[in-house]
């Protein structure tokens, strides 16, 4: 296991560090790091600039914009950027259809949509999980009819993250209704969300935001040549995206961030006793505590890191998503507390109650998300059982 870097590592690290400091605008990590909300102009606006220094998609083949780095230099490039409070590259073009592309796409469907993909001239929703079908999608009953040179799409979608924002779709839908597997008969489609037929629903979240949607598809008429890969193979094509999902999902970095502002604003709250509440022993003993757990991850994370250098999956990436969903939500627990009865107001301009703790609330009520999505807990429990213990 290597815990120190080399230094050709540390010089890497460095220079990652000075650029994500220094060419991302300060406004817009600023927002990140306290947790508000970015709009889609600079969500892309910090994409774009990622891509244009070729910092958007390393884990792309060297061709179509990727980095033929090592994993620990991946792991850095991750890290700094999380710990820079720098919006990471969206996720549904650079870790889910983007790969899927590169890997399963023909010459001329890699040509027509790499390139926007990585720069985020196209944005990308996914359309995997249904009203019946969400945690088994093998079950899926939206459809895909041929129908001479396109596919006629009916059905419906649901959790669609962003889809409000986006241009186009990635989709899994049923093609072959008699295959004697439920999973051999789904295809990998690609389509624009403009298209006629298609209506986009959003769902208000118990914080109080938009961030998913539900999609309906009613006769929508899709060109055949925007089907990935092979009729039928959607998949094998789906697993390989799902295991991309999970790369960098620990978060450490993140949860570093969000302990940082967690004790910043406990050094501006009084106790009980008179003194600020990071004064406060209980109080300092349950952060010093977080601190440790988030250490053993993180290096828990570098092991994982220094075992994969042959490329092969480590089941205890299982580990990592568990137990980086547990402290992320662990340190939005950490802010409502400190907020404690002003976090109860949100958005109120006429009380008496900071902004950061009005934000406090949803934001923690946001994060129930974390355990559910990538692969539930109990999933990861299981694979941890089988897997690592042989249970």
């Known amino acids: 296991m290597k815990i120190s870097l080399s230094p050709d590592e540390i010089a890497f690290r460095d220079e990652l560090r000075r650029f994500y400091r220094t060419e991302i605008p300060a406004e817009i990590r600023e927002r990140v790091r306290y947790g ?9 606006t910090a994409n774009k600039i990622l891509n244009d220094h070729g910092l958007a998609v390393p884990n792309w083949p060297v061709e179509w914009g990727g980095k033929d780095w090592t994993p620990m230099q991946r792991h850095i490039w991750q890290d700094e950027m999380q710990l820079a409070s720098v919006p990471e ?16 796409g023909s010459q001329e469907i890699k040509e027509r949509f790499l390139p926007p993909t990585a720069a985020l001239d196209i944005w990308w929703c996914q359309g995997f999980s ?26 419906q979608k649901i959790w669609t993250t962003l889809g409000q924002y986006a241009d186009w779709i990635f989709c899994l839908v049923r093609t072959d209704p008699n295959a004697p597997k439920k999973q051999a008969g789904i295809s990998f489609l690609l389509f624009d969300v403009k298209s006629s037929g298609v209506t986009m629903r959003p769902i208000k ?5 938009y961030e998913v949607n539900e999609v309906f598809f009613e006769n929508v008429r899709v060109p055949a040549d925007q089907l990935v890969g092979e009729e039928n193979m959607g998949w094998t094509y789906a697993k390989f995206l799902l295991g991309n999902e999970r790369t960098g999902i620990t978060g450490v970095g993140r949860t570093k961030v969000k302990i940082g502002v967690a004790k910043e604003y406990a050094r501006q709250t009084r106790s009980g006793a008179g003194t600020t509440l990071l004064e406060d022993p209980l109080f300092a003993a349950r952060v010093a505590e977080l601190e440790n757990e988030l250490l053993a991850l993180e290096l828990t994370q570098l092991r994982v890191v220094s075992n994969s250098e042959e490329g092969k999956p480590n089941p205890a990436s299982s580990v990592l998503k ?25 958005d109120a301009e006429d009380i008496a109650s900071p902004e950061w703790a009005q934000h406090s609330g949803p934001g923690y009520l946001n994060y129930r998300k974390t355990t559910i999505y990538g692969g539930s807990s109990e999933v990861q429990r299981s694979i941890i059982s089988s897997t690592i213990l042989g249970l």
């Not at 508000?36 to 892309?44: A, D, H």
């Not at 590259?89 to 399963?104: D, E, K, R, S, Y």
């Open 205 to 209: 979240l118990i914080d109080g935001g």
């Open 322 to 346: 568990l137990r980086g969903s547990e402290l992320q939500q662990a340190a939005t627990e950490l802010l409502l507390d400190i907020a404690g009865p002003d976090a109860l107001p949100v």
């Open 89 to 104: 590259p969206l996720t549904f073009n650079a870790q889910m259809v983007g790969p899927v592309i590169a890997q399963f």
């Open 36 to 44: 508000r909300e970015l709009s889609k102009e600079q969500i892309v």
């Open 130 to 155: 249904e009203p019946d079908a969400g945690s088994d999608l093998a079950s899926l009953r939206t459809t895909a009819v041929r129908d001479g040179d396109s596919y006629i799409v009916n059905g």
